[in-house]
């Protein structure tokens, strides 16, 4: 893999850990902005995918729809399959939390099954790349 596709990548997986970290940093407080958390959480799981659509070379879809990304990468990690239930939950956070069109406060323990579920993509796609390639 050359230099420039890895920095790329590398940027990708810096600004879907700074997603976290914004995750991580509202859940140390008292109030906790759950809309904030699951808006995170969605965007966190969306560049992951697209750090590994780079990966294999494929096109980057303009979506926010965590299910249509992984169906691009389910070929090589099939067992995101076994998340998508909770990715099509997760992908309405991408707008619905953000408007008062279609006001909705997602529930602590939805916020943080959201960000676990960040947690776990995240560690299936780095187990999946090879830098070396």
């Known amino acids: 893999m050359n230099r420039e596709k890895i920095e790329l990548i590398k940027l990708w997986f810096l600004k879907a850990d700074n997603d976290l970290l914004n ?7 008292t109030s906790i902005p759950t809309d904030t958390i699951c808006f995170h959480s969605q965007q966190a799981i969306e560049k992951y995918f697209k750090a590994f659509l780079i990966y294999r070379d494929k096109e980057i879809i303009k979506t926010h729809d965590l ?26 956070y991408a707008v619905d939390v ?15 099954k959201s960000y676990e579920t960040a947690k776990k993509i995240k560690k299936i796609i780095i187990s999946k790349i090879n830098f070396n390639d």
């Open 23 to 29: 995750i991580e940093n509202n859940l140390d407080n």
């Open 67 to 92: 299910i249509e990304l992984m169906n691009c990468i389910k070929d090589s990690i099939p067992e995101l399959l076994e998340y998508s239930d909770e990715l099509e939950n997760i992908t309405g």
């Open 98 to 112: 953000r408007y008062v069109d279609n006001y909705y406060l997602p529930s602590l323990n939805e916020s943080v």
